[in-house]
T-cell receptor, first 113, second 116 residues
Framework: NAGVTQTPKFQVLKTGQSMTLQCAQD?????MSWYRQDPGMGLRLIHY???????DQGEVPNGYNVSRSTTEDFPLRLLSAAPSQTSVYFC????????????FGNGTRLTVT | AQSVTQLDSQVPVFEEAPVELRCNYS??????LFWYVQYPNQGLQLLLK??????LVESINGFEAEFNKSQTSFHLRKPSVHISDTAEYFC??????????????FGQGTTLQVKP
């Protein structure tokens, strides 16, 4: 049982480059989300989805796009990377919007130079 | 919109001493509350949660948290810490009712440093 799988684990980009962080879950969870973790800032919600075809913005959505074409996958796209997007990114899912806990992936460490 | 404030960024404590990590939240509706723990170079794991019922909730490794609605707090406590409790701890809130988008908002985190 893989849970939440994120790829890649590490990535270095130059300013202006684009890339997609992949996230897949095999638990049939309806709710999926992306966070970024920065020192002293905790985890900040970027985008989230309550089901296939439905996405919404979180606390810090600027510079990021998402889509949810299937229940399993929730990729995060950086259209034009900036040094301010250097961070650790976590994907997380849970069965529903209720009191169930989030299941986290192992994170992607992104550096933008 | 909901928000969470963790009042201490770092809490140093000696082994076997008690500890309290403070968390306050802001919301105009009922909420679910969570504590997560992150060990070095790992993802986040659920420590405990409050959904309803008894305001005191416990984890399997000796932590407990008390929901205080009047003070909008959800402080985490442990009567005697171990070196292995050294980690970063995050408080999180999710709103219920018509505001229930499922969003889980996290606090800034508190680093617990247990010294021998």
């Amino acid at each position: 049982n893989a849970g939440v799988t994120q790829t890649p684990k590490f990535q270095v980009l130059k300013t202006g480059q684009s890339m997609t962080l992949q996230c897949a879950q095999d638990m049939n969870h309806e709710y999926m989300s992306w966070y970024r973790q920065d020192p002293g800032m905790g985890l900040r919600l970027i985008h989230y989805s309550v089901g296939a075809g439905i996405t919404d913005q979180g606390e810090v959505p600027n510079g990021y796009n998402v889509s949810r074409s299937t229940t399993e996958d929730f990729p995060l796209r950086l259209l034009s990377a900036a040094p301010s997007q250097t961070s650790v990114y976590f994907c997380a899912s849970r069965p529903d919007r209720g009191g169930s806990p989030l299941h986290f992936g192992n994170g992607t460490r992104l550096t933008v130079t | 919109a909901q928000s969470v404030t963790q009042l201490d960024s770092q809490v140093p404590v000696f082994e076997e001493a008690p500890v309290e990590l403070r968390c306050n939240y802001s919301s105009s509706v009922s909420v679910y509350l969570f504590w997560y723990v992150q060990y070095p170079n790992q993802g986040l794991q659920l420590l405990l949660k409050y959904l309803s019922g008894s305001t005191l909730v416990e984890s399997i490794n000796g932590f407990e948290a008390e929901f205080n609605k009047s003070q909008t707090s959800f402080h985490l406590r442990k009567p005697s810490v171990h070196i292995s409790d050294t980690a970063e701890y995050f408080c999180a809130v999710s709103e219920l009712g018509s505001s229930n988008t499922g969003k889980l908002i996290f606090g800034q985190g508190t680093t617990l440093q247990v010294k021998p």
